[in-house]
């Protein structure tokens, strides 16, 4: 079976700049999560989708991140403009419904972004 | 509000046994979740804990004690390999939240 895809692996960019990030979920898995991963910190949700509506987007700094799930499979995350703070790993994660509370979450590799 | 502590760095010698530890204080409770992470890679799923008591599974076993709010990840016969960052997660109550991890603890195994 494969794991959740996730593209680029490695991005380097100016403060300002835009930046998208491209996740695929492992088939037939309707929740999706974006994580934001800090140097030497847990993971950190942005972004919950149950197919393509969003369950939970607390966390999201609306002012720059931007996610969308359009046809409840695929999923992009967009930063625009892009902050120094923002230099992470981005983790896609999916799992298979997300409604029961032993459901296990499955992560990509992760993108690593550095923002200069 | 939800709050995870775990140390953030351990030594440890292979082929000994560790104990990480997690204490949690979180509005509600749906269960606890160790991840291992690989410098560089994803976190990979290690055990899942809903009731009190221990799950073993291998070289590999998680405790939960739910009045206590904590945890543990016990590593038995280390290897070299088991070098990762351990972070504990909680879910909230309803099973449709996703997960709150701590910072994770770097475990360093040595010769």
């Known amino acids: 079976e494969a794991g959740v895809a996730q593209s680029p692996r490695y991005k380097i960019i100016e403060k300002r700049q835009s930046v998208a990030f491209w996740c695929n979920p492992i088939?037939?898995?309707?929740?999706l999560y974006w994580y934001q991963q800090i140097l030497g910190q847990g993971p950190k949700l942005l972004i919950q989708?149950?197919?393509?509506?969003?369950?939970?987007d607390s966390q999201l700094p609306k002012d720059r991140f931007s996610a969308e799930r359009l046809k409840g499979v695929d999923s992009t995350l967009k930063i625009q403009p892009a902050k120094l703070e923002d230099s992470a790993v981005y983790l896609c994660?999916?799992?298979?419904?997300?409604?029961?509370?032993?459901?296990?979450?499955?992560f990509g590799p992760g993108t690593r972004l550095l923002v200069l | 509000g939800q709050n995870i502590d775990q140390p953030t760095e351990m030594t440890a010698t292979e082929g000994a046994i560790v104990q990480i530890n997690c204490t949690y204080q979180?509005?509600?409770?749906?269960?606890l979740f160790w991840y291992q992470q690989h410098a560089g890679e994803a976190p990979t799923f290690l055990s899942y804990n809903v009731l009190d008591g221990l799950e073993e599974k291998g070289r590999f076993s998680s405790f939960l004690s739910r009045s206590k709010g904590y945890s543990y990840l016990l590593l038995k016969e280390l290897q070299m390999k088991d070098s990762a960052s351990y972070l504990c997660?909680?879910?909230?109550?309803?099973?449709?939240?996703?997960?709150?991890f701590g910072k994770g603890t770097r475990l360093s195994v040595i010769a």
């Open positions: 989708f149950q197919n393509n509506g969003v369950v939970d």
């Open positions: 997660a909680v879910r909230a109550p309803s099973g449709n939240t996703p997960l709150v």
């Open positions: 979180t509005s509600g409770f749906n269960g």
């Open positions: 994660a999916s799992s298979l419904e997300g409604t029961s509370g032993q459901e296990t979450q499955y």
């Open positions: 088939s037939g898995h309707a929740t």
